[in-house]
């Protein structure tokens, strides 16, 4: 019988901002927006003022039921619900440069496709215990920064810029222009993770468990490496994965 048990409503609380005007406001206001879900076939002038407005912004609009939207409040959301994000993103471009005028060597964490919001977490948390100075993820395809990503972040994602951009094939070019090398962490490949040089400036990317890395990725990547493997099981949950090539880039800086 529990196959047969109704979805829970979410909580009402004020993770949540419901109405188009109320959301339009707040994205004029600088609000922190993770996420937006809208009713699918929902119209009208002031859907077409919010989705002039998201055109400037990197916050992604999800089509959903009007099944989810009810699930979600019985509140009137008029089609549309935002969920308030307890982090401010950054932008990738503002903190390479700042590191190196730090004299420090950069070191970026780069997610493709990783969605699970647990997997989020412990990656973030590694990341911070190893000085990783940025994690860029994708404007969509990426787990939300909510609830369950802090506490398994054990707090790290309040300490350790996230950035999201729209394009992680450009945002690579980027980081090769600025001077970091490319490490693409795959299968795909006869090179282990200790062939790199992680002592230069390095971003890692990773991917997700069931898809890997996305070929414009591994494409524009300067060294793809792998993690030895030689147990019946043939993939490492992708924060284990994370915490394995991080900790050989510090043990190479240290």
């Known amino acids: ?106 070191l970026i964490l780069v997610l493709d496709s990783v969605t699970d919001v647990r997997n989020m977490g412990a990656i973030a948390r590694t990341a911070a215990c190893v000085g990783v100075h940025a994690i860029v993820v994708p404007l969509k395809n990426a787990a939300q920064i909510n609830a369950d990503a802090i506490k398994t972040s054990a707090g790290a994602l309040f300490s350790i810029p996230i950035c999201r951009h729209s394009n992680l094939h450009k945002t690579c070019l980027f980081l090769q222009e600025s001077g970091l090398q490319i490490v693409a962490c795959t299968e795909k490949t006869n090179d282990f993770i200790y062939a790199p040089d992680y002592t230069i400036p390095t971003a890692i990317v990773m991917g997700s468990e069931d898809e890997g890395i996305s070929n414009d990725l591994l494409r524009v990547a300067d060294h793809l490496a792998k993690i030895p493997m030689t147990g019946k099981i043939e993939s490492l949950n992708v924060s284990v994965a994370a915490g394995v090539i991080l900790y050989e880039a510090v043990r190479q800086r240290m």
């Open 1 to 106: 019988m529990d196959n047969f048990r109704r979805p829970q409503r979410a909580k009402e609380n004020n993770e949540f901002i419901f109405g188009i005007r109320a959301v339009i406001e707040a994205i004029k206001a600088g609000r922190d927006i993770e996420t937006i879900y809208q009713q699918r076939g929902l119209g009208g002038e002031l859907f077409l003022e919010l989705k002039a407005l998201l055109k400037d912004t990197l916050i992604p609009l999800n089509q959903v039921p009007v099944e989810k939207l009810n699930r979600m409040s019985q509140k009137n959301h008029q089609g549309i619900i935002a969920v308030i994000s307890p982090i401010t993103y950054q932008n990738i471009e503002d903190i390479v440069p700042a590191v190196f005028e730090k004299g420090e060597v950069p």
